[in-house]
């Protein structure tokens, strides 16, 4: 089992920056990937990044590339997002999530806990 909490988030001018944190307790840090997901109203929830449980390998969706960069804190059992030039079309609750293995993933379905989520809001 592993908690999963988030922190970070809060409202934001476009073209602003946010850091999104998120802590996780329990089991080994280093057995999960992780990613990063997102679910404006209204919406699926939507994959953001994603890192492999070694940190080496890194995925993000298209719309985000080059704006955010995932990464994790092993001594500190973190996993980080890092936003800049943020878009009004970036609000939506963000949540953390951890799948067992070490691979990169896009699919929900795929990852085994989940975080509470974070509300970022980006005004125009």
């Known amino acids: 089992q592993v908690q999963l909490v988030e922190s970070g988030g809060g409202l934001v001018q476009a073209g602003g920056s946010l850091r999104l944190s998120c802590a996780a307790s329990?089991?080994?840090?280093?057995?999960?990937?992780m990613g990063w997901f997102r679910q404006a109203p209204g919406k699926e929830r939507d994959f953001v990044a994603s890192?492999?449980?070694?940190?080496?390998?890194?995925h993000y969706k298209d719309s985000v590339k080059g704006r955010f960069t995932i990464s994790r804190d092993t001594a500190r059992n973190t996993l980080n997002l890092q936003m800049k030039s943020l878009k009004p079309e970036d609000t939506a609750v963000y949540y953390c999530?951890?799948?067992?293995?070490?691979?990169?993933?896009?699919?929900?379905?795929?990852?085994?806990?989940w975080g509470q989520g974070t509300q970022v809001t980006v005004s125009s």
């Open positions: 329990g089991r080994t840090f280093n057995n999960y990937a």
């Open positions: 890192i492999s449980w070694s940190g080496g390998t890194t």
């Open positions: 999530a951890a799948r067992i293995g070490p691979a990169v993933a896009t699919a929900p379905g795929l990852y085994n806990y």
